[in-house]
């Protein structure tokens, strides 16, 4: 079952995949799953990861267990090796969540079009 919350731009090019989840559970638990990456914030950027189109996918398992991939606006931001534990340590507070893995990847590069018409806006680059 593939499921696109859309609360933005952006989570329209967030895939978010589970199995056994019914449309309901998948639904609530997706809108969860956003609110909580939604907290963490690149320090140096004053908009939080999921508007910045840092998150490319979150795969759900039947049980819960729960896989981001995601990447950084630059490989060499200082942040890179706190990142993926940050987003994880916000993950791990959705109720109902298994474990948690993040993986960091740069393919495909980080551009500013993945960027929510929000970030944006917050950003001034029109």
Do not use: H
């Not at 995601?70 to 340590?89: H, I």
């Not at 916000?90 to 969540?97: K, N, S």
């Amino acid at each position: 079952m593939n499921a696109e919350p859309k609360t933005s731009e952006t989570a329209a090019r967030t895939e978010i995949n589970a199995t056994a989840l019914s449309e309901e559970e998948l639904r609530d638990f997706t809108i969860r799953l956003v609110s909580a990456l939604k907290t963490v914030y690149d320090p140096e950027i004053p908009v939080d990861i999921y508007e910045l189109g840092l998150i490319y996918k979150v795969d759900v398992a039947d049980n819960k267990d729960t896989t981001v991939d995601m990447t950084l606006t630059a490989p060499g931001c200082p942040v890179a090796g706190e990142m993926p534990q940050m987003v994880k340590d916000a993950l791990e507070g959705v109720e109902g969540i298994g474990a948690v893995t993040v993986n960091m990847t740069f393919d495909p590069p980080w551009t500013p079009e993945r960027m929510s018409e929000e970030a944006k806006l917050e950003l001034n680059m029109y």
